[in-house]
């Protein structure tokens, strides 16, 4: 590199000749700033600027879907919540829940029954 030359990607970067603003941050704009790059006599640094982004203006479809299934389920809770604190339930429920309870009896005792036969090995 010639001497008082600027190096190639200074000109592209934006950066100028002048080393008493191209390394304080009040020069720099919006953009980071890159490592410095010290030539024989003078010190350059490069601005990388992001790409703009666009601001989204609109919610995304897969948004309002969540958000509505999320209502559903809200809603489906509490009128659960409220018929359960009223004691609204159908003739069905009352003899299902026995019939449960009965099933895990028989089932525990007969786990029960099968750990003792593996227990004494018969």
């Known amino acids: 590199m010639a001497f008082g030359t600027a190096p ?15 390394g304080s ?3 720099s704009q919006t953009g980071t700033t890159a490592p410095t790059v ?14 703009p ?4 203006s609109s919610t995304s479809t897969a948004a309002i879907a ?8 809200a ?9 359960r604190r009223r ?7 009352a003899s ?8 895990g009896f028989r089932a525990s005792a007969t786990w029960a029954e099968f750990t003792d036969w593996v227990r004494l090995g018969r």
């Open 8 to 22: 190639a990607f200074a000109a592209a970067g934006g950066a100028t000749g002048n080393p008493s603003t191209n």
């Open 25 to 27: 941050p009040a020069a």
């Open 38 to 51: 010290r030539s024989s006599t003078r010190t350059f640094s490069v601005r990388i600027n992001p790409a």
């Open 53 to 56: 982004r666009r601001a989204s």
């Open 66 to 73: 969540l958000a509505a299934l999320a209502a559903l389920v």
């Open 75 to 83: 809603l489906s809770a509490a009128v659960w919540g409220f018929a």
């Open 87 to 93: 004691a609204l339930e159908p003739r069905w429920s």
């Open 96 to 103: 299902m829940r026995h019939t449960m309870a009965e099933a």
